[in-house]
């Protein structure tokens, strides 16, 4: 009997314990942010996707009279951003400033210090930015068929360039070879380098963001062939995307959205979510964005989860198909 009250009594205290663990944690939660919260970029400041962060967090400090801070740790694919952050306190005041990069480095590193996956809370998508296959001017390619049929006579004579390994330029490019079954070669450069050699006709093709894109193509500096993304780029509505050119397969996304540290409470979870979609729904944060021709894609905070899993799914299967390895 002894045994039986003694087992009860301390079923009790583990209950009791919950039931004020979880309503600190709700209280917390409610009070959230009481004080700075950093929010680590894995780009360098001036990054298009960094840009989007300041633009969009400014507004989220306004709406929740508390400073959040745009912190930049770059380097290493962007690794050394979201190893900062998994090894943070889930507590809500360190945030990732995620993107594609997340699943790429997956493929390019044969071991990194957290997981992908199981280290982070997906928060909130803050958009996707377009990527556009510009080619040179002098290979006077008009049309996706063109520039396919080219490097279909001459198998590994055409190049193409990106800005660097695991970029988004090379991860679009890469999904457009495997699509359309050409056997071309990879020059990766370091930032933008490559599409100046692509203006001066000494690299084929490179995919470049929709918004500096467009004065290049106004410019006649380069051709714009097709877009990477399933549907039209508002910036650029009348050029074709990879499906409508044939190759749905060759479809990219670079998305950039926020992320926290796995076992952040989903209380506070749910509350930065909606400041974020708060933010994105005013006017004057739109039309920055759309300049920077990042467009919406309204996401619940467990669409969003489903999104990267996806992303890194489908991330995985291209290095396969593409025969990708690691880097290091």
């Given at each position: 009997?002894?045994?039986?009250?003694?087992?009860?009594?301390?079923?009790?205290?583990?209950?009791?314990?919950?039931?004020?663990?979880?309503?600190?944690?709700?209280?917390?939660?409610?009070?959230?942010?009481?004080?700075?919260?950093?929010?680590?970029?894995?780009?360098?400041?001036?990054?298009?996707?960094?840009?989007?962060?300041?633009?969009?967090?400014?507004q989220v400090g306004q709406q929740l009279g508390q400073a959040f801070i745009i912190e930049n740790k770059p380097g290493a694919g962007g690794t050394l951003a979201a190893d900062f952050v998994a090894k943070s306190d889930p507590d809500g005041y360190t945030l990732l400033l995620s993107s594609a990069s997340l699943s790429s480095q997956v493929v390019f590193h044969k071991a990194l210090p957290y997981d992908a996956i199981r280290d982070f809370t997906p928060v909130s998508l803050l958009g996707i930015q377009p990527t556009v296959l510009v080619a040179a001017p002098a290979d006077n390619f008009k049309?996706?068929?063109?520039?396919?049929?080219?490097?279909?006579?001459?198998?590994?004579?055409?190049?193409?360039?990106?800005?660097?390994?695991?970029?988004?330029?090379?991860?679009?490019?890469?999904?457009?070879?495997?699509?359309?079954?050409?056997?071309?070669?990879?020059?990766?450069?370091?930032?933008?380098?490559?599409?100046?050699?692509?203006?001066?006709?000494?690299?084929?093709?490179?995919?470049?963001?929709?918004?500096?894109?467009?004065?290049?193509?106004?410019?006649?500096?380069?051709?714009?062939?097709?877009?990477?993304?399933?549907?039209?780029?508002?910036?650029?509505?009348?050029?074709?995307?990879?499906?409508?050119?044939?190759?749905?397969?060759?479809?990219?996304?670079?998305?950039?959205?926020?992320?926290?540290?796995?076992?952040?409470?989903?209380?506070?979870?749910?509350?930065?979510?909606?400041?974020?979609?708060?933010?994105?729904?005013?006017?004057?944060?739109?039309?920055?964005?759309?300049?920077?021709?990042?467009?919406?894609?309204?996401?619940?905070?467990?669409?969003?989860?489903?999104?990267?899993?996806?992303?890194?799914?489908?991330?995985?299967?291209?290095?396969?198909?593409?025969?990708?390895?690691?880097?290091?």
């Open positions: 009997m002894r045994s039986i009250r003694a087992l009860r009594q301390a079923l009790f205290c583990i209950v009791a314990g919950l039931s004020l663990l979880a309503a600190a944690t709700a209280a917390n939660a409610q009070t959230w942010p009481t004080r700075v919260v950093k929010v680590i970029s894995p780009f360098t400041a001036g990054n298009a996707g960094d840009t989007v962060a300041r633009i969009v967090f400014d049309t996706l068929a063109d520039l396919i049929a080219a490097a279909k006579a001459k198998p590994g004579a055409l190049t193409f360039a990106s800005a660097g390994i695991g970029s988004a330029s090379h991860m679009a490019a890469e999904r457009f070879r495997v699509a359309a079954k050409i056997d071309i070669r990879h020059i990766p450069f370091r930032g933008a380098e490559g599409l100046a050699e692509v203006m001066a006709g000494r690299i084929d093709f490179y995919n470049v963001p929709v918004a500096p894109a467009v004065p290049l193509l106004n410019a006649g500096k380069v051709t714009v062939l097709a877009v990477s993304t399933a549907k039209r780029a508002k910036l650029l509505p009348d050029v074709p995307t990879m499906a409508e050119s044939g190759y749905p397969d060759a479809a990219y996304v670079f998305w950039g959205g926020v992320a926290a540290p796995a076992k952040t409470p989903r209380a506070i979870i749910d509350k930065l979510h909606g400041e974020i979609q708060k933010a994105l729904a005013v006017a004057s944060v739109q039309d920055k964005l759309a300049k920077l021709g990042v467009e919406q894609e309204p996401l619940t905070v467990d669409q969003f989860a489903r999104f990267v899993s996806d992303d890194l799914a489908g991330t995985l299967k291209l290095a396969k198909d593409a025969h990708l390895e690691p880097t290091d």
